[in-house]
């Protein structure tokens, strides 16, 4: 028995003296130094505090803890978000232009339209987040010459969610792009592929060339017209730096139609998706923002109105602008939660083309000169394209399709206890998230979704194109197969006979034609 448990305390000793793979310990030494540190300090209530101990034990045997500042926590995002926004409650310029900066502020209250938005039942996070998102609108007005701001709403995404400022720079202050920047490293790169084709077709002039062209894209409209007359900023949280947002294009507007895809929360996401989309997720987000504001920005009927400028100029031109009408009157609230005809759209609609305004792509420059300097025949020129003409400008909502039998949208009163202090309310069932307020003379309109349309009940992603047809079959192109060397013998005998009796036959046409000639 005594040999037994001599056996069993060794294998127990073997067994504790192991070491761990994690911590380079074990379990023999650990309980000593632990029992050691009991004995020289000798802690009341020894049990409630072993735990402690234990780790102290094993702390003291880090050498990267043997320091005065092993208690110190390194700072949380959330610690240097705080840190950030801090920056909006401070005061930069204690001068005595604030109060000017004030009252010319392109700012508008904010406050107050935090207020019906919360009447309306719409909100963008509390009036703490709204108020910070006050700041940060000011903080951008402050760094750019901006004529007009402000909250166009905000896009949910799958990691954080862009707050999304719609602005208008003053006239002459508006930043160039960087497209006239980049035009000639564009010359550059055409100039390289122009060489690469021409030692192309000198290795393969034999070959046979496409004349396939593909169709004009319809170009960009300018800044400040169409789809891209107001400039866009966007951050992820209040106190972040706004990031300004590039100009659309038809082909991206075009693109993102075909597409259903979530934001994520960073500009430069791929965007991986079937039709390919041209560009990353600051493109599709300002895709989605005029797609966005083209159907849902509305406001009360005759509060704009056409300049008589237009009207005298241009009688029957679409108009693409308006004022402000200073003699308007609000309609009641009642009157406004009941028909969609009390309303009206204040933002060009976009066209099949991509754009507000439609270009011919069908038209052609003069004759152009060929390399000899002659004019080139003209082809047969198809028919001119009928021009694309949209609803106009300030169509009333009424006029606006359904969507699978349901309404494209729902108005109603913030309050029926109460209906003379209400708030006529507007949401759109195209675009969930998009909604609009009226009280009076004031009003506004707010986005708050995933920037997403409604896909009416079910989505079906774009097919791909119907694959090509296959080469014609037929004797010209079909490859045969080898003749065996009895069928090659055979062929060349056959081949042999029919030259020898075209030659028999062609000898006797020749004495024919010379006993003809003597007897003449």
């Known amino acids: 028995m005594d040999n037994q448990k001599q056996e069993a305390a060794a294998a127990f000793k073997a067994f504790m003296l192991k070491t761990s793979t994690k911590s380079n310990l074990n379990l023999y030494d650990h309980l000593a130094r632990l029992l050691t540190k009991v004995m020289d300090e000798r802690p009341p209530n020894a049990v409630d505090v072993i735990e402690d101990l234990s780790f102290r034990v094993k702390r003291e045997l880090l050498p990267d803890f043997q320091s005065t500042l092993r208690d110190l926590s390194l700072s949380t995002a959330a610690q240097l978000l705080a840190e950030q926004q801090g920056l909006l409650f401070s005061r930069v310029d204690e001068r005595g232009e604030q109060d000017e900066e004030l009252i010319e ?73 960087q497209s006239p920047e980049e035009a000639p490293e564009n010359e550059e790169r055409d100039a390289d592929v122009d060489d690469e084709k021409e030692g192309a077709e000198e290795g393969n002039a034999l070959l046979p060339q496409s004349t396939y062209k593909p169709p004009p894209a319809a170009p960009k409209e300018a800044n400040g017209t169409g789809v891209n007359k107001y400039v866009y900023y966007v951050c992820t949280e209040p106190g972040l730096p706004w990031v300004k947002l590039p100009p659309v294009t038809p082909a991206q507007i075009n693109a993102a139609r075909h597409i259903r895809k979530f934001f994520t929360g960073r500009l430069d996401a791929p965007i991986c998706s079937y039709p390919p989309f041209p560009g990353h997720e600051a493109n599709y987000l300002r895709a989605q923002i005029a797609r966005i504001s083209a159907g849902t920005q509305v406001s009360p009927q005759g509060f704009y109105q056409f300049r008589e400028e237009e009207e005298e100029e241009e009688p029957d031109a679409p108009r693409n602008s308006y004022e402000q009408n200073p003699d308007f009157e609000a309609a009641p609230i009642p009157k406004m939660a009941e028909s969609m005809s009390n309303w009206v759209h204040h933002v060009q609609h976009i066209l099949k083309q991509g754009r507000c305004t439609w270009v011919n792509l069908a038209a052609k420059p003069e004759e152009e000169l060929d390399e000899d300097g002659e004019a080139e025949e003209k082809e047969e020129e198809p028919d001119e394209p009928d021009p694309e003409v949209g609803p106009p400008l300030l169509t009333p909502l009424s006029e606006d399709k359904e969507i699978r039998d349901t309404p494209p949208w729902s108005a109603k009163m913030s309050s029926t206890l109460n209906p003379q202090y209400a708030v006529a309310v507007l949401r759109s069932n195209l675009w969930p998230g998009a909604h609009a307020y009226a009280c009076g003379k004031r009003f506004e309109n707010i986005y708050a979704g995933w920037g997403l349309k409604c896909a009416g009940g079910f989505y079906m992603p774009s097919l791909p194109p119907a694959p090509q047809s296959e080469y014609p079959s037929g004797p010209e192109i079909t490859e045969a197969l080898d003749p065996s060397l009895e069928e090659e013998q055979t062929l060349k005998a056959t081949l042999e006979l029919q030259q020898a009796a075209q030659e028999e036959l062609e000898s006797l046409q020749g004495d024919e034609d010379e006993d003809e000639d003597e007897d003449d």
């Open 105 to 177: 502020s392109p700012l508008p209250n904010v406050n107050e339209i935090s207020f019906f938005l919360e009447q309306a039942g719409v909100a963008l996070g509390g009036r703490e987040e709204m108020q910070r998102i006050f700041l940060a609108l000011k903080q951008l007005v402050d760094s750019q010459p901006l004529q007009r701001c402000r909250l166009w709403g905000k896009v949910m995404g799958t990691e954080s969610n862009y707050i999304v400022a719609e602005a208008e720079y003053r006239e002459g202050d508006e930043e160039e792009e």
